[in-house]
């Protein structure tokens, strides 16, 4: 299964942004998905996950402001950014776990400046 990220964009802060992971093959199966980002110097951080029982956190810095979701029928999880600040600029990345086995999609940029 390979998962493909896009969305991504160049916006002002305050708007909003939509991410897609789609995926080439059933998510039924995975345990958990999840985005992460990086900001330029930056190690990669986990930003949102999603487990396949539809348990759902978030790092702190985004909770209120991102949600994330899955729809299984789509093979897709989205990642819904609103009121972007210009510290959630970052290289967004898509993520997926079948059992021990890991999944990482190539990222998409998300920049917010005014």
């Known amino acids: 299964v390979q998962l493909q990220a896009s969305g991504g964009g160049s916006v002002q802060p305050g708007r909003s942004l939509r991410l897609s992971c789609a995926a080439s093959g059933s998510i039924d199966s995975f345990n958990a998905m999840a985005w992460y980002r990086q900001a330029p110097g930056k190690q990669r951080l986990l930003v949102a996950t999603i487990t396949s029982g539809g348990k759902i956190g978030y790092i702190g810095s985004v909770q209120g402001r991102f949600t994330i979701s899955r729809d299984n029928a789509e093979n897709t999880v989205y990642l819904q950014m609103n009121s972007l600040k210009a510290e959630d600029t970052a290289v967004y990345y898509c993520?997926?776990?079948?059992?021990?086995?890991?999944?990482w999609g190539k990222g998409t940029q998300v920049t917010v400046s005014s």
């Open positions: 993520y997926g776990r079948v059992g021990v086995r890991e999944y």
